[in-house]
């Protein structure tokens, strides 16, 4: 990191003796881990011979916190709210300043921070510097835990695992939050044809074996009607005035 920074500043100093123009120019490490802080350097380059001021305005990604300077300001750019610092700045003569600020990232993956602008205070006359991306790493404890997945925590969620990235390719793994993965390919066998002649057969077996048993039953109270005659014999009433005419 010293190294790259050591770089900037030679390759600024030697732009100084042939410099036209302000020149910006924005640096800061390329990876952290989860939960660091990260420090952004902006050098501003004065290539007149004379002191000027700028007005220096930086836009802050989301979802960072705010460390140092603390004041930040907000906008409206397309209805999202933006942070952003802004400095004015006194510059001498054929020389550097640089501007530092430090933020913390509060989500794994990559981040932008998009180029800084510079507006020299006599002229009116604007100068960019270039964008930097850096990403920010997990801290590796052997769990894919809600927040990683296999881009931004390799080292905990491996390829094809549920980690709401879906990785399409062949790789005899079918990942599941893949829609149509190559290796999820359901075979072409159905389980239907298996299951329905077996409830099929159960269900004859069934009835082979109940149907005797309603059958005995039927017979068991099944009553037999008797051969002997309904009606009972009729006997003749005696006349009760018999025997009265020999009673003399």
């Known amino acids: 990191m010293k190294k790259i920074i050591y770089l900037i500043m030679i ?10 123009n302000v020149e910006v120019v924005k640096e800061s490490p390329s990876e952290i881990n989860l939960n660091d802080v990260i420090e952004i350097n902006i050098h501003v380059l004065n290539p007149y011979n004379t002191e000027r001021e700028f007005l220096i305005n930086e836009n802050l990604p989301q979802d960072i916190e705010v460390i140092d300077p603390t004041i930040v300001f907000t906008k409206k750019n397309d209805a999202l709210e933006v942070k952003y610092y802004e400095w004015k700045t006194t510059i001498s003569p054929n020389s550097i300043k640089t501007i530092t600020y ?3 990232p509060l989500s794994l993956g990559e981040y932008s921070i998009g180029a800084t602008e510079v507006i020299d205070s006599l002229t009116i006359e ?5 964008p930097i ?3 920010v790493k997990c801290i590796s404890n052997n ?12 080292e905990d969620c491996s390829t094809g695992s549920a980690d709401g990235i879906c990785d399409y390719k062949a790789d005899n793994v079918c990942d599941p939050d893949c829609d149509d993965e190559p290796d999820c390919k359901k075979s072409d066998f159905n389980m239907n044809y298996i299951i329905i002649p077996f409830i099929i057969i159960i269900f004859i077996i069934l009835l082979i074996w109940l149907l005797p048993k309603i059958f005995k039953k039927k017979e068991k109270f099944q009553v037999e ?7 009972a014999p009729q006997t003749q009433e005696e006349n009760p005035l018999k025997g009265m005419g020999n009673s003399q």
């Open 11 to 20: 390759l600024i100093s030697m732009s100084l003796a042939f410099a036209q």
């Open 102 to 104: 430090k933020i913390r």
């Open 126 to 130: 604007n100068y960019i510097s270039n």
């Open 133 to 135: 991306t850096f990403k």
């Open 143 to 154: 769990q894919c835990n809600a927040n990683e997945n296999s881009l931004t925590c390799p």
């Open 225 to 231: 009607i008797p051969k002997e005659q309904y009606n």
